[in-house]
């Protein structure tokens, strides 16, 4: 079983489309996390919750809205797409401050 | 607030050469540090951490690293490394009181040479 999945794994829209990456976790963690990593490989942490929570919003458009039904999902919704938001968004949970397990990745491209 | 530098953004060995990737970090407190290895077209997985106790620590494929508090540094090395290593190394720090955010450095892309 994957420990981290992420749905799609491709995206491909057009600029001012919405779109959703979904995301699940079968370890059992309170925390999970939305990363974006850039062309250059830049890792950057957008968000993450704890047991539904929202305790990390770094400087990201209000466009991207996560939300977390349970401890065991977290979906990241995208309003109104531009170029810049190309990139792979990595999904990852960990317990605490321990280590991060990732997801597989979603490749969005917005043309 | 924490910070991580990656001096090495792309490091060019021979297979059996002997690697060492600089990392140092920034944030007066306790911290997690970690190096995690990217695979051409996959996602990152861990390759070893360090939450406290001895300074040098194994992870996976031959891998070590050594936690120098005075300097701030967390510094990978493999004495011989191979083909398959060729990846993207990421250094990342946790700091006890931040809510469990990791941040990450920019990376260093290794490439080895068969």
């Known amino acids: 079983d994957t420990a981290v999945s992420q749905t799609p794994k491709y995206l491909v829209t057009q600029m001012g489309n919405d779109k959703s990456i979904k995301c699940e976790q079968n370890?059992?963690?309170?925390?999970m996390y939305w990363y974006k990593q850039d062309s250059k490989k830049f890792l950057k942490i957008m968000f993450s919750?704890?047991?539904?929570?929202?305790?990390i919003n770094e400087t990201v458009p209000n466009r991207f809205s996560p939300k977390s039904p349970d401890k065991a999902h977290l979906n990241l919704h995208i309003n109104s797409l531009e170029l810049g938001d190309s990139a792979v968004y990595f999904c990852?949970?960990?317990?605490?401050?321990?280590?991060?397990?990732f997801g597989e990745g979603s490749r969005l491209t917005v043309l | 607030a924490q910070s991580v530098s990656q001096h090495n953004h792309h490091v060019i060995l021979s297979e059996a050469a002997s690697l060492e990737l600089g990392c140092n970090y920034s944030y007066g407190g306790t911290v997690n540090l970690f190096w995690y290895v990217q695979y051409p077209g996959q996602h990152l997985q861990l390759l070893l951490k360090?939450?406290?106790?001895?300074?040098l620590v194994k992870g996976i494929k031959g891998f070590e690293a050594e936690f120098i508090k005075s300097k701030f540094s967390f510094n990978l090395r493999k004495p011989s490394v191979q083909w398959s290593d060729t990846a993207e190394y990421f250094c990342?720090?946790?700091?006890?009181?931040?809510?469990?955010?990791?941040?990450f450095g920019d990376g260093t892309t290794l490439t080895v040479k068969p």
């Open positions: 360090y939450f406290s106790g001895d300074p």
């Open positions: 990852a949970s960990s317990h605490g401050g321990g280590e991060l397990f």
């Open positions: 990342a720090v946790n700091a006890h009181t931040n809510a469990g955010k990791s941040t």
């Open positions: 919750y704890n047991n539904k929570e929202l305790i």
């Open positions: 370890l059992g963690h309170d925390t």
